[in-house]
């Protein structure tokens, strides 16, 4: 066997190269692209006489266009469902322009090129609709050109920010970005992202993840956010029904979310729940997927009483039959309900949210045998798990929000919920690969767990000048709560193989009990403080939480074992120089918290209580806007401490050190063109262990390389089409800290198209996509404890929207 590698001393290097290479190449594609010979403005054009009945806003506004010689190019889906009231008289195109745009909540804006293009005005939450009042608070960012990203998003206590003012690397994928993609899940929506990576199967009944290369939602409890705060998203699963938004702050998040009630510190997923909006809204999308996978999908909003202050939304869908994995079936059910009031000063709204799904022949990934070669992956249809195992999870959960405006400066606020998530399931467990040819061998159980939880904060947000300098303060006091409850019982082991699958006879295994096995409250007060001068031009952000622990685990009998109770402060510093104004560098150091290990009972030290892990990032980076393109090039490094049992002995030896470099982009390249994606590479290394043989080695399930690249383009030869692509690309990753097991890397790409237009006078969207188009077959992401999955398989999927 090959000595351990250890990486060699200019390796850090790389990525800052292949990166200055990457920027280069960017902005020799951007470049020529912005700076274009301008066609004509709206201001130099003559005035004219128009006789232009109501009509599709979209269609009217393209018509005016050409007869200006103007240059102008949308999203088609931006004014979808809009009409242009009549224009008759002599106009400017300006004038004309305007006109037609009154009420539609958009606004056409002039590119550094001279061409022109539609953007959403701020407050707009989705492309038919704005929603709230200017005095919200949590009012959400306006969606950035192209519609598939806003132009910022939630920074936990900090409240929401704009891109150039977080002194983070954040992404914000909106609802058309989630309809246009056909996004099941928040893990099929996060594959637009270089940083993540996820270590969920296809076909499995859990959405996992890597971000920056540290594991998140791998645990038993929820580690999405939901509204912002913790306990409240389901389980296993979160779906895109009833999510308006999905925001991505990349690195430790304990000062502004909290710490992560599964010890996440790659970054926090918050999923912003749909509310009301100001317009009706009645939409029913239909779906298909391979291989009879069909689905319903209603969404209904609506607004009542005087000024239109309360608001409803609902969201009901289904999805039932046959999946594109062998031999399996899946069902879900869900329901999402919203109730707001939207008062001059007092704002406050109800979510509600009920999900089941049910498997038959749920996937499984695999774990590898010591010693034993990793074999080529078999086809993603292949299921390995038998076709007589089931699998059900069922979610309830509740959210109440309130803030007031006790002044125009001062407003306090509050969040109340939780969530109950039930999961049973009857199948064989995870596969052990025995050898090269692929033979597995898996103990079939019936598992049950139950997890319930509730959350509750309450804050204050203040704004107030000291001489030149202006305070955006927030003071926040928060309690987390779970318990859990959980029983298996196995059966005997069952042989098989991933190439060619056996058929076992079912066993019978008995329902267990569940005996409550620990019990977890986290506490905090924390405190933040964004001082801006010269115009927001230099903002410095100051923060820390003290959290505290309380965590008791309990035997069969309910007798508790071992307690633990400790805390410690996160602090955060953050600056952000805009030195131009399209510019912005900025600089964090920030903190993640991790519930302390206690030693288990083969070390000598049982039952020692260890100090949480504290991990630590410091990030550096530069953002820049070309009015419809945005990148981020950033650069960091987390630590994260881990407990290690050497010679008998349970200590905290051990260290994982994750160096990365990111370049990120999104927006529009060119009137039509789209581009989303990024590169990400990945210096990790197990920087600290009791295992020299390990010390230096690539940590579990962290490739060097991660990119995404996704496009779309508004035909010209048909209005209302789009053709769209994207390749996802992971490097080579270890399934042990050895290093001796190694996955490839893989390539995968996807292609569609979506057809905009209007059927019977109601606004109507095709989509159509192949995902895996050469269907090739490979591994694709491994979780920290050295589990991996296959690939999906070639899958067509396709949908169809009607607005009424």
């Given at each position: 066997?090959?000595?351990?590698?250890?990486?060699?001393?200019d390796?850090?290097l790389?990525?800052v190269?292949?990166?200055?290479l990457?920027?280069?190449v960017?902005?020799?594609?951007?470049?020529?692209?912005?700076?274009?010979?301008?066609p004509?403005q709206?201001?130099?054009?003559?005035?004219?006489?128009?006789?232009?009945?109501?009509g599709?806003?979209?269609?009217?506004?393209?018509?005016v266009?050409?007869?200006?010689?103007?240059?102008?190019?949308?999203?088609?889906?931006?004014?979808?469902?809009?009409?242009?009231?009549?224009?008759?008289?002599?106009?400017?195109?300006?004038?004309?322009?305007?006109?037609?745009?009154?009420?539609?909540?958009?606004?056409m804006?002039?590119?550094?090129?001279?061409?022109?293009?539609?953007?959403?005005?701020?407050?707009?939450?989705?492309?038919?609709?704005?929603?709230?009042?200017?005095?919200?608070?949590?009012?959400?960012?306006?969606?950035?050109a192209?519609?598939?990203?806003?132009?910022?998003?939630?920074?936990?206590?900090?409240?929401?920010?704009?891109?150039?003012?977080?002194?983070?690397?954040?992404?914000?994928?909106?609802s058309?970005?989630?309809?246009?993609?056909?996004?099941?899940?928040?893990?099929?929506?996060?594959?637009r992202?270089?940083?993540?990576?996820?270590?969920?199967?296809?076909?499995?009944?859990?959405?996992?993840?890597?971000?920056?290369?540290?594991?998140?939602?791998?645990?038993n409890?929820?580690?999405?956010?939901?509204?912002?705060?913790?306990?409240?998203?389901?389980?296993?699963?979160?779906?895109?029904?009833?999510?308006?938004?999905?925001?991505?702050?990349?690195g430790?998040?304990?000062?502004?979310?909290?710490?992560?009630p599964?010890?996440?510190?790659?970054?926090?997923?918050?999923?912003?729940?749909?509310?009301?909006?100001?317009?009706?809204?009645?939409?029913?999308?239909?779906?298909?997927?391979?291989?009879?996978?069909?689905?319903?999908?209603?969404?209904?909003?609506?607004?009542?009483?005087?000024?239109?202050?309360?608001?409803?939304?609902?969201?009901?869908?289904t999805?039932?039959?046959?999946?594109?994995?062998?031999?399996?079936?899946?069902?879900?059910?869900?329901?999402?309900?919203?109730?707001?009031?939207?008062?001059?000063r007092?704002?406050?709204?109800?979510?509600?949210?009920?999900?089941?799904?049910?498997?038959?022949?749920?996937?499984?990934?695999?774990?590898?045998?010591?010693?034993?070669?990793?074999?080529?992956?078999?086809?993603?249809?292949?299921?390995?798990s038998?076709?007589?195992?089931w699998?059900?999870?069922?979610?309830?959960?509740?959210?109440?929000?309130?803030?007031?405006?006790?002044?125009?400066?001062?407003?306090?606020?509050?969040?109340?919920?939780?969530g109950?998530s039930?999961?049973?399931?009857?199948?064989?467990?995870?596969?052990?690969?025995?050898?090269?040819?692929?033979?597995?061998?898996?103990?079939p159980?019936y598992?049950?767990f139950?997890?319930?939880?509730?959350?509750?904060?309450?804050?204050a947000?203040?704004?107030?000048?000291?001489g030149?300098?202006?305070?955006?303060t927030?003071?926040?006091?928060?309690?987390?709560?779970?318990?859990?409850?959980?029983?298996?019982?196995?059966?005997?082991?069952?042989?098989?193989?991933?190439?060619?699958?056996?058929?076992?006879?079912?066993?019978?295994?008995?329902?267990?009990?569940?005996p409550?096995?620990?019990?977890?409250?986290?506490t905090?007060?924390a405190?933040?403080?964004?001082?801006?001068?010269?115009?927001?031009?230099?903002?410095?952000?100051?923060?820390?939480?003290?959290?505290?622990?309380?965590?008791?685990n309990?035997?069969?009998?309910?007798?508790?074992?071992?307690?633990?109770?400790?805390?410690?402060?996160?602090p955060?510093?953050?600056?952000?120089?805009?030195?131009?104004?399209?510019?912005?560098?900025?600089?964090?150091y920030?903190?993640?918290?991790?519930?302390?290990?206690?030693?288990?009972?083969?070390?000598?030290?049982?039952?020692?209580?260890f100090?949480?892990?504290?991990?630590?990032?410091?990030?550096l980076?530069?953002?820049?806007?070309?009015?419809?393109f945005?990148?981020?090039?950033?650069?960091?490094?987390?630590?994260?401490?881990s407990?290690?049992?050497?010679?008998g002995?349970?200590?905290?030896?051990?260290?994982?050190?994750?160096?990365?470099?990111?370049?990120?982009?999104?927006?529009?390249?060119?009137?039509?063109?789209?581009?989303?994606?990024?590169?990400?590479?990945?210096?990790?290394?197990?920087?600290k262990?009791s295992?020299a043989?390990?010390?230096?080695?690539?940590?579990?399930?962290?490739?060097?390389?991660?990119?995404?690249?996704?496009?779309?383009?508004?035909?010209?030869?048909?209005?209302?089409?789009?053709?769209?692509?994207?390749?996802i690309?992971?490097?080579?990753?270890?399934?042990n800290?050895?290093?001796t097991?190694?996955?490839?890397?893989?390539?995968?790409?996807?292609v569609?198209?979506?057809y905009?237009?209007?059927?019977?006078?109601?606004?109507?969207?095709f989509?159509?996509?192949?995902?895996?188009?050469?269907?090739?077959?490979?591994w694709?992401?491994?979780?920290?404890?050295?589990?991996f999955?296959?690939?999906?398989?070639?899958?067509?999927?396709?949908?169809?929207?009607?607005?009424?």
């Amino acid at each position: 066997m090959p000595a351990a590698r250890h990486l060699r001393p200019d390796r850090p290097l790389k990525p800052v190269i292949r990166s200055a290479l990457l920027s280069l190449v960017l902005t020799g594609v951007v470049s020529p692209l912005v700076l274009a010979g301008a066609p004509l403005q709206l201001d130099a054009v003559a005035i004219r006489a128009y006789d232009i009945p109501a009509g599709p806003l979209g269609a009217t506004l393209s018509s005016v266009a050409v007869d200006a010689g103007i240059a102008l190019s949308f999203q088609p889906s931006l004014t979808e469902g809009l009409s242009s009231p009549a224009l008759v008289g002599r106009f400017s195109p300006r004038q004309a322009v305007d006109r037609l745009l009154q009420g539609s909540g958009l606004d056409m804006v002039l590119r550094s090129d001279g061409s022109y293009t539609l953007i959403q005005r701020q407050l707009m939450l989705d492309e038919t609709a704005v929603i709230g009042t200017d005095k919200r608070s949590d009012a959400l960012p306006p969606v950035y050109a192209g519609g598939q990203v806003a132009n910022g998003g939630r920074l936990g206590i900090l409240g929401n920010t704009d891109v150039m003012d977080a002194p983070f690397s954040v992404s914000t994928y909106t609802s058309t970005l989630i309809k246009d993609q056909q996004a099941v899940t928040v893990g099929d929506v996060l594959e637009r992202d270089s940083s993540v990576r996820s270590t969920g199967q296809t076909g499995g009944i859990v959405d996992s993840f890597f971000i920056r290369g540290f594991p998140v939602g791998e645990g038993n409890l929820g580690e999405l956010a939901f509204d912002g705060v913790y306990g409240v998203a389901p389980n296993y699963r979160v779906f895109t029904e009833y999510a308006e938004r999905i925001e991505l702050v990349k690195g430790p998040g304990a000062l502004l979310y909290g710490m992560s009630p599964n010890n996440a510190v790659g970054g926090v997923i918050n999923v912003v729940p749909k509310r009301s909006l100001d317009d009706d809204l009645t939409r029913f999308t239909a779906s298909y997927g391979m291989s009879s996978q069909l689905g319903g999908h209603l969404d209904v909003s609506r607004r009542f009483g005087e000024e239109r202050r309360f608001g409803v939304r609902l969201n009901g869908s289904t999805q039932l039959g046959d999946t594109a994995v062998d031999d399996q079936s899946r069902k879900v059910q869900i329901g999402a309900l919203s109730l707001d009031y939207q008062g001059e000063r007092l704002r406050t709204g109800l979510d509600w949210l009920n999900q089941e799904e049910r498997f038959d022949a749920a996937s499984r990934p695999f774990l590898i045998a010591p010693g034993v070669d990793i074999p080529p992956a078999a086809n993603g249809r292949v299921n390995v798990s038998q076709a007589w195992g089931w699998s059900r999870t069922r979610d309830q959960s509740a959210l109440l929000i309130g803030e007031y405006d006790l002044s125009d400066a001062l407003t306090v606020f509050a969040h109340a919920g939780g969530g109950k998530s039930d999961v049973a399931r009857m199948s064989d467990q995870t596969p052990t690969i025995v050898n090269a040819a692929g033979d597995t061998s898996s103990i079939p159980g019936y598992y049950k767990f139950e997890v319930e939880r509730y959350t509750v904060d309450a804050g204050a947000r203040l704004r107030f000048d000291t001489g030149p300098i202006s305070h955006r303060t927030s003071l926040q006091v928060s309690r987390y709560h779970d318990a859990l409850s959980r029983g298996i019982n196995s059966g005997a082991p069952i042989l098989s193989n991933i190439y060619h699958p056996v058929d076992r006879p079912q066993p019978y295994i008995p329902k267990p009990d569940t005996p409550k096995v620990s019990e977890t409250e986290l506490t905090g007060v924390a405190l933040a403080d964004t001082l801006s001068v010269l115009d927001d031009r230099v903002q410095v952000t100051l923060g820390v939480r003290q959290q505290n622990i309380k965590s008791d685990n309990y035997n069969a009998a309910g007798v508790v074992t071992t307690s633990y109770d400790d805390g410690r402060a996160t602090p955060l510093y953050g600056a952000v120089i805009k030195p131009w104004d399209h510019v912005s560098f900025y600089y964090n150091y920030i903190e993640g918290l991790s519930k302390g290990d206690i030693a288990p009972s083969t070390a000598s030290n049982a039952g020692e209580i260890f100090a949480p892990y504290i991990s630590r990032q410091h990030e550096l980076g530069v953002k820049a806007d070309y009015g419809t393109f945005t990148s981020t090039l950033s650069l960091f490094q987390i630590t994260k401490p881990s407990g290690e049992l050497a010679g008998g002995v349970f200590s905290v030896q051990g260290e994982q050190r994750n160096r990365g470099l990111e370049l990120n982009v999104f927006g529009e390249v060119a009137p039509g063109t789209r581009l989303l994606g990024g590169v990400t590479l990945l210096d990790a290394q197990l920087s600290k262990t009791s295992v020299a043989g390990n010390r230096g080695n690539k940590p579990v399930g962290v490739p060097e390389v991660q990119a995404n690249l996704w496009a779309e383009w508004d035909t010209s030869w048909l209005e209302g089409l789009t053709l769209t692509g994207g390749a996802i690309h992971t490097g080579s990753q270890y399934v042990n800290q050895a290093n001796t097991q190694k996955l490839d890397d893989w390539t995968r790409f996807d292609v569609g198209a979506r057809y905009t237009t209007r059927i019977d006078d109601r606004p109507t969207t095709f989509r159509a996509t192949v995902q895996n188009v050469f269907d090739h077959e490979y591994w694709s992401g491994v979780a920290s404890y050295g589990a991996f999955s296959q690939g999906s398989p070639r899958t067509l999927l396709l949908s169809a929207t009607v607005d009424f």
